[in-house]
């Protein structure tokens, strides 16, 4: 069974231009997070998704948005780069009241 | 901001028990303790998670005060893959549902 499975796995972006980060849910999971961990911080929340719906938001830009599809699979779109978005970006899911089940992440750097 | 307070870092000798702390003065009743870990460049790992009893599993026990105000994560043996960070989360049940709210967590050495 395979777990949470992101990618890809590590990418390089020039600023001002826009990425998409791609999640695979763990098998039976109907629920996607995705977070951003900065180099020596803890993982900070972005959005998550049920439903194929937008259900909670952290305090990123609008510049941040995802996408979930029926599979429950998701993405997540960052236009307009900023140098301070170089950072891990996590995807967990869940099933709705269960656990969460973290990926090994996408690590993005913008130059 | 994290509902949490986690000492920055400790060392553990390998094969010895890993005790580590963590404040949460605020606790509501509906909320529970869960506890991730992360090893270097890799997604947080599910270890535990209690409401107000003391609660065991494979990995680990998290014991809860019974004011619930803090809590202890136990590692019984720990080894050189116990090295890792260690974060102590607060959020309302089904943690899969709610947001994670990470603080800098406790970065754990085990030391041959």
């Known amino acids: 069974d ?20 791609r999640c695979s849910p763990k098998s039976g999971h109907d629920t996607v997070s995705w977070y951003q961990q900065a180099l020596g911080q803890g993982p900070q929340f972005i959005f998550q998704y049920y439903e194929e719906e937008e259900r909670q938001r952290g305090n990123f ?28 970006y996590l995807c967990a899911s869940s099933l709705r009241g269960g656990e969460a089940f973290f990926g090994q992440g996408t690590r993005l750097t913008v130059v | ?56 599993n494979e990995m680990a026990s998290l014991i809860i005060t019974e004011d619930r105000k803090s809590s202890t994560l136990i590692l019984p043996h720990a080894t050189l893959r116990d090295t890792a960070v260690y974060y102590c989360i607060v959020t309302e049940s089904g943690a899969g549902s709610y947001q994670l709210t990470f603080g800098k967590g406790t970065k754990l050495s085990v030391i041959p």
């Not at chain 2, 949460?24 to 303790?33: D, K, P």
């Not at chain 2, 992360?38 to 947080?44: N, Y």
């Open chain 1, 61 to 88: 830009p609008d510049r941040f948005s995802g996408h979930q599809f029926p599979n429950y699979s998701s993405e997540l779109n960052v236009n307009a780069l900023l140098l301070g978005d170089s950072a891990l």
């Open chain 2, 1 to 56: 901001d994290a509902k949490t307070t986690q000492p920055p870092s400790m060392d553990c000798a390998e094969g010895r028990a890993a005790n580590l702390p963590c404040n949460h003065s605020t606790i509501s009743g509906n909320e529970y303790v869960y506890w991730y870990r992360q090893i270097h460049s890799q997604g947080p790992q599910y270890i535990i998670h209690g409401l107000k009893n003391n609660e065991t």
């Open chain 1, 2 to 21: 395979a777990g949470v499975t992101q990618s890809p796995t590590h990418l390089i972006k020039t600023r001002g231009q826009q990425v998409t980060l």
